[in-house]
């Protein structure tokens, strides 16, 4: 199953557009995501500011790219390679988050 991230303004009440691109990863690996950098991923809902967790992303690559090792039960859950992506899933949202820092992140398992 995938989780999907997008970046998103609000223009007005209830109203929102889209900004950067859809981040997708595997809805399997959430923990990983939370043992490496903190954040919480929820369906359906909004995950915060992008000035608030860049520094989570940071955190979360540092942590994959200097213990990879101390993650590889991960790899048996999302498959292998699954450390490589989501260095690379947390590098592309940062990447997004840094181009637009007044949106907001929303998350929901992508169909």
Excluded at 9 to 21: C, T
Excluded at 39 to 57: D, H, I, R, Y
Aim: net charge negative.
């Amino acid at each position: 199953m995938q989780y999907r991230v997008v970046l998103r303004i609000q223009v007005q009440e209830n109203h929102w557009i889209k900004v950067g691109d859809d981040h997708k990863t595997l809805w399997e690996i959430r923990g990983l995501i939370e043992d490496t950098s903190g954040w919480v991923l929820l369906n359906q809902e909004k995950l915060g500011s992008t000035e608030s967790l860049v520094p989570m992303f940071e955190k979360g690559i540092l942590r994959l790219q200097n213990s990879p090792d101390s993650y590889l039960s991960y790899e048996a859950i999302g498959g292998m390679g699954t450390i490589q992506n989501t260095v690379e899933f947390y590098q592309n949202l940062m990447k997004d988050c840094r181009e637009h820092p007044y949106a907001e992140l929303y998350g929901e398992i992508a169909t």
